[in-house]
């Protein structure tokens, strides 16, 4: 340090106030070109990338929900009328009935024929399935028979 005061005393002391006041903003310049611009470089970078990445987040949450109704309605649709279609049979099966014609529909549906079946088990049937299945009846039609106590019924049913 006294080596650096002797070099400053060589000159006067107006030069001696020029040197020191150049000499901190040649200081103050490199410190400012070589942190803060490139610091200033990488927090803008690192803005854009934040930016970027939020908006890359909104479309994977987009497409996750669309895949994720996707596939719902493919429960709905495709697998709703084989499970559907399982849960008559069965539930028929169980109220000693049977169908005479199945037709898989649209959206989940299925149509059913019973042929002369009994009145009191054909609804006992249908209350079993709109109360304990949650199967609810889109489309219903009921003729008696000639023999008393018997209706042969076509009913287009629902997954609820």
Same mark, same amino acid.
């Given at each position: 340090?006294?080596?650096f005061?002797? *070099?400053?005393d060589?000159y006067?002391?107006r &030069?001696?106030? @020029?040197?020191? @006041? ?5 200081v103050?310049? @490199? ?10 470089? *990488?927090?803008?970078s690192?803005?854009r990338?934040?930016?970027?990445t +939020?908006? +890359?987040l909104g ?7 669309q895949?994720?109704?996707a ?10 009328? +084989?499970?559907l ?8 099966r169980a109220?000693?009935?049977s ?14 024929r019973?042929d &002369? ?7 006992? *049937?249908l ?6 299945h949650g199967?609810?009846?889109?489309d ?5 028979? +000639? &023999?008393?106590g ?7 049913l629902?997954?609820?």
């Amino acid at each position: 340090m006294k080596a650096f005061f002797d *070099w400053l005393d060589r000159y006067n002391r107006r &030069e001696q106030t @020029i040197l020191l @006041i150049g000499g901190v903003a040649v200081v103050l310049y @490199i410190l400012w070109k070589a942190l803060l611009v490139p610091l200033a470089d *990488w927090r803008d970078s690192q803005a854009r990338t934040n930016v970027s990445t +939020s908006q +890359s987040l909104g479309r994977v949450e987009l497409l996750a929900a669309q895949l994720e109704q996707a596939r719902r309605q493919a429960q709905q649709g495709g697998n709703g009328g +084989s499970n559907l279609s399982a849960l008559v049979d069965s539930s028929l099966r169980a109220n000693n009935l049977s169908m005479s014609g199945f037709q898989p529909g649209t959206g989940g549906q299925v149509r059913v024929r019973l042929d &002369e079946v009994p009145y009191d088990r054909f609804m006992q *049937w249908l209350h079993d399935m709109e109360y304990q299945h949650g199967v609810s009846v889109v489309d219903f039609s009921m003729a008696g028979t +000639s &023999e008393q106590g018997r209706v042969t019924v076509n009913i287009r049913l629902q997954q609820n």
